[in-house]
Nanobody
Framework: QVQLLESGGGLVQAGGSLRLSCLAS????????MGWFRQAPGKEREFVAT????????YYEDSVKGRFTISRDNAKNTVYLQMNSLKPEDTAVYYC?????????????????WGQGTQVTVSS
């Protein structure tokens, strides 16, 4: 079992930045690939970014490339999502997810554990 706790969400103006954190406990974190997803009101949950267990492989959804950066600190059992140049369309609940696979995935079904989510609101 893996428990995930997100933090760092909030209200920010367009063009601003936020850093989300996800603290994991339980199963060996360093052997778990991680992902961030988001869900806006009335929309499906969508992929944002993923990182392999080693941190050497990352993938991003096209609309966040160049603005968001996913990283991890295995010593702290934490994965981060640095979000810069935020836009109103980034407004959503952001979820951290963990996968028993090693390389990461954009596919929601590849993830075995999910956090409760943290709200990010970007005002125009």
């Amino acid at each position: 079992q893996v428990q995930l706790l997100e933090s760092g969400g909030g209200l920010v103006q367009a063009g601003g930045s936020l850093r989300l954190s996800c603290l994991a406990s339980g199963r060996t974190f360093s052997r778990t690939s991680m992902g961030w997803f988001r869900q806006a009101p009335g929309k499906e949950r969508e992929f944002v970014a993923t990182i392999s267990w080693s941190g050497t492989i990352t993938y991003y959804e096209d609309s966040v490339k160049g603005r968001f950066t996913i990283s991890r600190d295995n010593a702290k059992n934490t994965v981060y999502l640095q979000m810069n140049s935020l836009k109103p369309e980034d407004t959503a609940v952001y979820y951290c997810a963990a996968s028993r696979g090693s390389s990461g995935s954009y596919y929601r079904g590849a993830y075995d554990y999910w956090g409760q989510g943290t709200q990010v609101t970007v005002s125009s």
